[in-house]
Nanobody, 115 residues
Framework: QVQLVESGGGLVQPGGSLRLACAAS????????MGWYRQVPGKQRELVAS???????TYADSVKGRFTISRDNGKRTLYLQMNSLKPEDTAVYYC?????????WGQGTQVTVSS
């Protein structure tokens, strides 16, 4: 069992930066594929970025070159560095941990990009 708690969301102006963190407890995350997803009202949750246990990363086309996902297994923490933020990045961002048939979600953190 893995419990995930996101932090770092907030209000930022277009062009600004935020760093999200996802703290895991209950189990080591070293073997899990970790990911950040986001969702806006009325739309499906979408993958933003993921990182495997071997640190292979994938990104949605819309965030490539602006967002960076990383993990610190010793601290059981997943990060998402978000730069050059755009209004269309506004969403609730969720952390996910997946291993074989097991999947866990955090409660989400709101990111709002607005002037």
């Amino acid at each position: 069992q893995v419990q995930l708690v996101e932090s770092g969301g907030g209000l930022v102006q277009p062009g600004g930066s935020l760093r999200l963190a996802c703290a895991a407890s209950g189990s080591a995350i070293s073997f899990y594929t970790m990911g950040w997803y986001r969702q806006v009202p009325g739309k499906q949750r979408e993958l933003v970025a993921s990182i495997t246990s071997l640190r292979v990363t994938t990104y949605a086309d819309s965030v490539k070159g602006r967002f960076t996902i990383s993990r610190d297994n010793g601290k059981r923490t997943l990060y998402l560095q978000m730069n050059s933020l755009k209004p269309e990045d506004t969403a609730v961002y969720y952390c996910n941990a997946a291993l074989q048939s097991m999947g866990y979600w955090g409660q989400g953190t709101q990111v709002t990009v607005s002037s």
